[in-house]
């Protein structure tokens, strides 16, 4: 599940962000108003952690535009306003929960996984489609049967564009992550793994490529 969290608290931002990523949870950190309208327009996210009182942009305005467009991301307001006008006006703006500081971690990550929940989006580290089957918990892979190899790389690849439930995965992202201690590599190596990739899983169309964006499980 793809997670941004919006907070202008850099530390207690830090520190949500990195327990959530150790729970498995792909997670974005900005800490102003105006980053998080960025990330907001340039991609897909399933959970927004949304500070109220944000500088650049007000996390209520930011919380308007996304139900204003119909955007599907589920809110989360995490705020220090806590009376009950505070409350209803917050999930009056499109809010789906609503978290007041201080607060326990262990809370936040049950919300987080109740929301999870609800989304079907529970990692079960297995992927399947058509004849093809992988297995990320085990790197066991096949189709119709019959078993693959994959590279660690390119099983890499795979598992974080199945992990984002069908959004864009820019190359940069992907080169960041994958091949982060491999600077003598260029970006060209993506789209060379995720031609690898098409060719050993065969006729499924299961990567599709976004001109100027990157790519995403169709």
């Known amino acids: 599940m ?3 969290v919006v907070e202008d608290n850099v530390n207690l931002a830090d520190v949500v962000g990195m327990g959530l990523r150790m729970k498995g949870f792909d997670t974005t950190v900005v800490y102003d ?3 998080a ?3 907001l327009d340039g991609s897909q996210w399933d959970l927004l952690i ?3 009182d944000l500088p650049g942009v007000h996390g209520d305005e930011i919380c308007r535009r ?3 467009r119909r955007d599907p991301v589920h809110i989360l307001m995490l705020t220090a306003a806590s009376r009950t006008d505070d409350i209803v006006q917050g999930l009056g703006l499109g809010a789906d929960d609503y978290l007041t500081k201080p607060f326990a971690y262990a809370e936040l990550l049950a919300r987080v996984e109740a929301v999870q929940r609800r989304l ?3 990692d079960t580290g297995l992927f399947v489609r058509g004849g093809f089957r992988a297995d990320f918990r085990t790197g066991d892979i096949s189709m119709n049967g019959e078993p693959l190899r994959f590279g660690q790389r390119e099983l890499a690849v795979l598992r974080m564009l199945v992990e984002a439930h069908g959004a864009v995965v820019g190359v940069d992202r992907l080169y960041d992550e994958v091949w982060k201690d491999d600077h003598a ?3 060209n190596i993506v789209k060379s793994t995720v031609y690898t ?3 050993k899983i065969g006729d499924l169309d299961i990567i599709e490529t976004i001109p100027g964006q990157g790519y995403r499980i169709s």
């Open 2 to 4: 793809r997670v941004l």
């Open 33 to 35: 108003g105006r980053d």
């Open 37 to 39: 309208i960025d990330e």
């Open 50 to 52: 949304l500070d109220r």
């Open 66 to 68: 996304l139900r204003a």
């Open 120 to 122: 079907g989006l529970a």
């Open 185 to 187: 590599r260029t970006k």
């Open 197 to 199: 990739l098409r060719s």
